[in-house]
């Protein structure tokens, strides 16, 4: 696994004031993912030049009262592959999540799939 995505995990932006939860994945370095959402928020609320649509990592971080922590390390070989185990996390705390959308459509996962996936701590 010599590639970028070898060093992947997924990730979770909890807001202490509202409860949101947002669930994303990334490569690249937790406080680095951090800081690019928080570039698109100053876009969208227009405090930068640059302007950026709205996107569902927002709610969390909005009160400025939010937490960034790894739920799994997850070493893959693709996006596709990635964006299958984002999708599987978002499923399984889809009644949690402010995520509006999932990545990749992942049919024909039984209940029984998630079980193997760690449990969120609340307060991580």
């Given at each position: 696994m010599?590639?970028?995505y070898a060093?992947?995990?997924?990730?979770?932006?909890k807001c202490y004031t509202t409860g949101e939860l947002?669930?994303?994945?990334?490569?690249?370095?937790?406080k680095r993912r951090l800081s690019k959402h928080l570039?698109?928020?100053r876009g969208f609320?227009?405090?930068?030049?640059?302007?950026r649509n709205y996107r569902s990592s927002f709610e969390a971080l909005m009160n400025?009262?939010?937490?960034?922590f790894k739920l799994e390390d997850?070493?893959?070989?693709?996006k596709e592959e990635l964006e299958i185990r984002e999708s599987l996390w978002i499923q399984k705390y889809r009644n949690k999540v402010c995520n509006k959308r999932i990545p990749r459509k992942v049919n024909n996962v039984g209940e029984a799939f998630f079980t193997?996936?760690?449990?969120?701590?609340?307060?991580?």
């Open positions: 010599d590639n970028k060093k992947s995990y997924i990730y979770g932006i947002y669930i994303g994945s990334s490569y690249d370095d937790i570039v698109d928020l609320l227009g405090i930068n030049k640059k302007h400025d009262n939010y937490k960034i997850y070493p893959c070989n693709s193997h996936l760690p449990l969120i701590c609340p307060c991580p």
